[in-house]
């Protein structure tokens, strides 16, 4: 029984109350917001869409969030990655960990949890253990078929959202229900939304735009408001202001989709996935740790490795160590895993790394 306040409005639980805007909101309600704080999110990817993402959903009070990251941030991140600021580049600290302490700040209501990794065929199933959903906050179609083959198999909803320029796409998939992201895009990207790591740019609005419209169909997913999802592929311009709602339907119905319909899951089993990926647009290379590295990686092992053959001081902390090699700026994580700067080109990315690291 709802009790009635002063002014006639019914009273909301105290423990709902910092939601009560939200729960006015008769879509969302008691019952919704109930639901969505015992519910699970997987975030994969916290950059321009995920800081979005992670600031929305922990505000409106989701249960859990698990961020999964690769990266460290950079200073012409701040121009859009909601959640960061010059400290976290000053502290060196990695995306996942500098979004979770931000957010513990926000709403410790919320179990917040960052991991540290890249996500591949690898480790997606273990990341994924109790999520209810997952958002993409990723930049590339790699992870994003990824994400999807996980999500048809083990049949739980994603969102997926893209962003570049002033442009963007946002489509809710519901495994069983709705078209999957490979019964729309088979291989390639649309030719607008092709990550070339061009200089295409992109607008922080596009992106507060884009994440937007994903929180809001998560929302709709963990409050137990599944029947009122978005069925369209939206299709939005910042810029000139044209939002479309495309009708993707019927690609479900009528194609033979390898994910879907044939359940091949070709980027979950790795056939597809590369040891080695050039960062779009960031002029850089990622270069996985061979199998087998399951210790984590003694830094300072390393940092005096390095040191007899670096001009500038090798600098780490417990995320994350970094040296300048040859003219690049290489970043090890704890994982083995290294982001090397300054060149796109992978052998040259792996040969630094089998010089310098040598795992
Ligand atoms: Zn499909």
Redesign the pocket.
């Known amino acids: 029984m709802e009790r009635q306040n002063a002014s006639g409005s019914p009273a909301i639980d105290p423990a709902l109350s910092r939601y009560s805007r939200q729960v006015l909101f008769e879509k969302i309600g008691v019952d919704g917001q109930r639901r969505l704080g015992q519910s699970h999110a997987l975030l994969v990817g916290c950059g321009a869409l995920g800081t979005v993402l992670a600031n929305t959903l922990v505000r409106a009070g989701v249960g859990h969030l698990r961020i999964c990251d690769r990266d460290y941030i950079e200073r012409d991140n701040l121009q859009r990655q909601v959640l960061f600021d010059e400290a976290d580049i000053a502290a060196n600290l990695p995306k996942a960990q500098a979004a979770a302490a931000k957010l513990a700040r926000i709403n410790s209501d919320v179990a917040v949890e960052a991991v540290v990794a890249d996500v591949n065929h690898t480790n997606i199933e273990r990341l994924a253990e109790g999520a209810d959903l997952i958002l993409d906050g990723t930049d590339n179609f790699e992870t994003r078929f990824l994400i ?1 083959d996980l999500a ?1 198999k083990t049949n739980r909803p994603w969102v997926y959202g893209a962003v570049i320029g002033a442009t963007g796409l946002c489509m809710t998939i519901v495994p069983g229900d709705t ?6 895009f088979e291989e390639a990207p649309p030719p607008e939304m092709n990550p070339t790591c061009d200089t295409a740019g992109v607008l922080g609005s596009a992106v507060n735009v884009v994440a937007s419209l994903q929180a809001v169909e998560a929302i709709k997913l963990l409050a137990g408001r599944r029947d009122e999802i978005n069925r369209h592929l939206v299709q939005i311009d910042v810029w000139s202001g044209r939002f479309v709602n495309l009708n993707v339907s019927a690609v ?1 119905g009528q ?1 033979d ?5 044939q359940r091949r899951f070709s980027y979950l089993s790795g056939e597809r996935a590369a040891a080695t990926t050039a960062l779009c647009g960031r002029n850089a290379v990622q270069v996985r740790a061979g199998a087998g590295a399951t210790e984590a990686v003694d830094f300072a092992a390393i940092a005096r490795k390095l040191e007899p053959v670096v001009s500038q001081p090798v600098e780490y902390n417990r995320y994350l160590l970094r040296a300048v090699v040859d003219g690049h700026e290489l970043t090890l994580f704890p994982d083995g895993r290294a982001i090397i700067k300054g060149t796109d080109d992978l052998d040259k990315a792996r040969t630094l790394y089998a010089k310098y690291v040598g795992m």
């Open positions: 999807n048809v078209p999957c992201l490979r019964c729309v479900g194609g989709c390898p994910c879907c319909k």
